[in-house]
């Protein structure tokens, strides 16, 4: 299996991590299949795979299967007993998630406290907010961030779904506290290049900030598994184009209706008009004796690069196919052919 023992520093922080780690948001989910499609110990198996492989980075987040997914990373951890390094998140009030709870910046400490509880540990490694807080309130989450960071129960402090913008206003407020802003969490893969474009990109390469980037399979498609129509999408994940497509966090820069990204067809489910993609990664991959799924994953790693994937997987299987995305680079070549058949299918 390759070997994933080199580290990446998040952004400045002082949290080192994998070239890749794993999302665990189904950990848990009946919605994606826990207890039916898999099981506990499929999780636990995946799990001792990733620590032997040398991935210990995992990505969880407070509303993941209401807790349960931190619950069941807490359980592997004890029962395995080797070191790993936690990524949550929590959700301030926002137009995403207007919960009355949360209107206040000192909810962070209660909903810290509750995923400290649940993850049975005393400090986390990487704490995240999910989404923006209102603008009006940023300034004041990043205090009472700074001030988890001080009491000790936050080692870095990361962004999930921020424009450039808010990013660098958060980064600002943060460097006022003497702590470096680590990294932004963002949809990035083949199908949803946004970043290099809304200015995230380009931002984190100002900052020093690491990018982390969520779905890189887009749900699971861009392994290709899709193609041949034999196996269905899950309707949860058709759910969550289609949200996508509606572009509530201002990831695309585009000035589209919201009638008109309601009513077009989320480009994931356009199997058809992404053959020619799927064609090139698959010649690719036979090419250098890799799968589909590798390529793709190895495509958002580039040598000179800053951005750590975090696919998630389910099972022992899919844990080996995608550490093999790990320890080698495509040829510039390679990934310019992969670029151009990815702008001909849109
Ligand atoms: N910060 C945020 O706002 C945010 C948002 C979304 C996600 N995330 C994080 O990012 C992580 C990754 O995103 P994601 O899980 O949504 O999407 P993803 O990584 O693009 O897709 C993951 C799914 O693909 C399938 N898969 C994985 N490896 C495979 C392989 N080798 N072969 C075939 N199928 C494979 C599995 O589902 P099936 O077996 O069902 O096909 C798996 O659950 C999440 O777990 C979460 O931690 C963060």
């Not at 129960?153 to 003497?178: P, Q, Y």
């Not at 899709?226 to 969550?240: A, D, E, N, Q």
């Amino acid at each position: 299996m390759a070997n994933c023992s080199e580290k990446i520093r998040l952004g400045k922080s002082d949290v080192f991590v994998p070239p890749m780690g794993i999302g665990i948001i189904s950990w848990g989910s009946k919605h994606m299949g826990y207890g039916k499609s898999y099981s506990n110990d499929d999780i636990w198996q995946a799990y001792r795979t990733c620590l032997d492989a040398g991935l210990n980075f995992f990505d969880t987040a407070e509303m993941y299967a209401k807790g349960e997914s931190e619950r069941i990373l807490s359980e592997c951890q004890r029962k395995d007993g080797r070191p790993i390094i936690i990524s949550t998140k929590f959700a301030p009030h926002s137009l995403v998630t207007p919960s009355k709870e949360r209107k206040s910046p000192q909810s962070l400490m209660k909903a810290l406290d509750g995923s400290l509880k649940r993850l049975r540990i005393e400090c986390i490694d990487l704490y995240n907010f999910h989404v923006p807080p209102a603008e009006n309130m940023l300034d004041e989450y990043m205090d009472v961030m700074a001030e988890a960071v001080r009491v000790g129960k936050v080692r870095a402090v990361g962004l999930c779904n921020f424009t450039a913008t808010s990013m660098k206003w958060a980064h600002s407020r943060l460097t006022e506290h003497g702590i470096p802003l680590a990294s932004i969490m963002v949809g990035y893969n083949l199908l949803r290049r946004y970043p290099e474009t809304n200015g995230i990109l380009d931002a984190c390469r100002e900052l020093d900030v690491t990018l982390i980037a969520f779905a890189p399979f887009a749900e699971g498609v861009l392994t290709g598994k899709y193609r041949s129509g034999g196996t269905k999408i899950p309707g949860i994940y058709r759910v969550l184009f289609y949200l996508e497509q509606l572009d509530l966090l201002k990831e695309r820069g585009e000035s589209v209706s919201i009638l008109k990204r309601l009513f077009s067809k989320p480009r994931a489910l356009n199997l058809k008009k992404l053959e020619p993609l799927f064609l090139t990664l698959e010649e690719i991959a036979k090419n250098r004796g890799k799968s589909i799924a590798q390529i793709a994953l190895n495509w958002l790693m580039p040598e000179d690069g800053n951005i750590i994937p975090i696919p998630g997987a389910k099972n022992v299987r899919q844990v080996k196919e995608n550490t093999g995305a790990v320890g080698w680079y495509l040829t510039k070549e390679e990934r310019m052919c992969i670029e151009k058949a990815e702008i001909a299918s849109r």
